[in-house]
């Protein structure tokens, strides 16, 4: 995975790979079509959703369309900043 960005230039997000069933749901949803499956399992046995490591927007479909509850976070430059 590549290195987080300066969380106050870009947006980006972060999926807890343990929390994360592999549904699909967003990476199906992504606008920016910037979430994709791992080649590895998470400890529950699932392939879990992984950035790609640039191009997010912030827009928050991921975060909103994800079945569990902490599993994508995203951080984005704060208004005004």
Same mark, same amino acid.
């Given at each position: 995975?590549?290195?987080?960005?300066?969380i106050l230039? *870009?947006?980006? *997000?972060? !999926?807890t790979s343990d929390l994360c069933k592999g549904c699909g *749901?967003?990476?199906?949803?992504c606008p920016q079509k910037v979430i994709e499956f791992s080649a590895n399992?998470? #400890?529950?046995?699932?392939?879990y959703a992984i950035y790609m490591g640039e191009g997010c927007t912030g827009c928050g479909v991921c975060f909103y369309?994800?079945?569990e509850p902490? %599993?994508? #976070? !995203?951080?984005?430059?704060?208004?005004? %900043?």
């Open positions: 995975m590549s290195e987080k960005p300066d230039s *870009l947006p980006y *997000l972060e !999926i *749901l967003c990476i199906e949803h399992f998470n #400890t529950l046995g699932y392939r369309c994800c079945p902490g %599993a994508i #976070t !995203i951080y984005k430059k704060p208004k005004g %900043a």
